[in-house]
């Protein structure tokens, strides 16, 4: 059996809650198995779309890393979008 490294492979993925179209959360997953997400919210309006990040500090954009269990917890409420 070949084993397969995962050393320059990185994931991507968007999920969007249920029960609120508007909240989604961007999880990355390294190749070094550390999961990183970032929840934001986002709203489309007929000139410009917003997107709030939520749990920022000082207005930059930073993903946190959380554990597999975790995320698998938090991820319950929300369901797998495709990127447009």
Known sequence: ?????????????TFQNIRNEHKYIDVVHHGDGH?????YIKHD???RT???YM?????????FRVR???LIAILEDYERVEEV
Not at 1 to 13: F, G, H, P, V
Not at 35 to 39: A, E, G, L, S, V
Not at 55 to 63: D, E, I, L, N
Request: hydrophobic content about 30%; glycine content about 6%; cysteine-free.
């Open 1 to 13: 059996m070949i084993k397969r490294s995962r050393a320059n492979k990185t994931e991507k993925a």
């Open 35 to 39: 999961y990183y997400m970032i929840q």
């Open 45 to 47: 309006f007929p000139e």
């Open 50 to 52: 917003v997107i709030n």
């Open 55 to 63: 749990g920022t500090r000082v207005g930059r954009k930073q993903k």
């Open 68 to 70: 597999k269990t975790s």
